[in-house]
């Protein structure tokens, strides 16, 4: 199976900071077909994980563009340009390019 | 408006079996995949199987040959099954939704937590 690496497992932060998470992965994550399926993911406390970034740098509807995906291969970055109150839970990448699909173990941010 | 909503006992005996139901409405499930995803409680997601929008179906192997998954389109509803049921199945238990060649869940159910019990 994929083993997805998240870095770092806390994220202490500031509104207004900018943060960066790093996703890294055992194997290539880019398909035969060309697209790369590394998606990243918000769960909020007490919350279901919502969508935030698809195919590595594919902002989802409705998701403010603060947030940013990029990478490829193996190696991938979560950035929020500015953290709101409202970031603040677990983020998650996501693999679902090599069967089964996995996550990775998640990336807490909190207020500092 | 897209809905799912997973429905399923709070509490399961040691060895029994689980079934959950995952009812959906807004969409329809023969153009949307289904998957079930699992979190033990304080921890991460793992991803246990998928309903594809044919009708077929796929499963993490991690889970061998105890769970199933079907569905009832008529009732637009998605069923997980697993059975010998351990202490280590304690989880909150979700049902998301994926289109075609889109390979990313863009709607979640709340979840059902589910506590297997001695």
């Known amino acids: 199976d994929v083993v997805l690496t998240q870095t770092p497992p806390t994220l202490s932060a500031t509104i207004g900071q900018s943060v960066s998470i790093s996703c890294r992965s055992s194997?290539?994550?880019?398909?035969?077909?060309?697209?790369?399926?590394l998606n990243w993911l918000l769960q909020r406390p007490g919350q279901s994980p919502q969508l935030l970034i698809y195919?590595?740098?594919n902002l989802e509807s409705g998701v403010p563009n603060r947030f940013s995906g990029s990478g490829s291969e193996t190696d991938f970055t979560l950035k929020i340009s500015g953290v709101e109150a409202e970031d603040l839970g677990v983020y998650y990448c996501?693999?679902?390019?090599?069967?089964?699909?996995?996550f990775g173990a998640g990336t807490k941010l909190e207020l500092k | 408006q897209v809905q799912l909503k997973e429905t399923g006992p709070d509490l399961v005996q040691l060895t029994q079996t689980l079934s959950i139901t995952c009812t959906v409405s807004?969409?329809?499930?023969?153009?949307?995949?289904m998957h079930w995803v699992r979190q033990p409680p304080g921890k991460g997601l793992e991803w246990m199987g998928a309903?594809?929008?044919?009708?077929?179906?796929d499963y993490n192997s991690a889970f061998k040959s105890r769970l199933s998954i079907s569905r009832d389109t008529s009732k637009s509803q998605v069923f997980l099954k697993m059975s010998s049921l351990q202490t280590d199945d304690t989880a909150k238990y979700f049902c998301?939704?994926?289109?075609?060649?889109?390979?990313?869940?863009?709607?979640w159910g709340p979840g059902t937590m589910v506590t297997v019990s001695s």
């Open positions: 998301a939704r994926q289109l075609g060649y889109y390979w990313y869940f863009d709607f």
């Open positions: 807004g969409f329809s499930l023969t153009t949307y995949n």
């Open positions: 309903m594809w929008n044919g009708g077929g179906t």
């Open positions: 194997q290539s994550l880019l398909d035969s077909d060309g697209d790369t399926y």
């Open positions: 195919s590595v740098s």
């Open positions: 996501m693999q679902a390019t090599h069967a089964p699909y996995t």
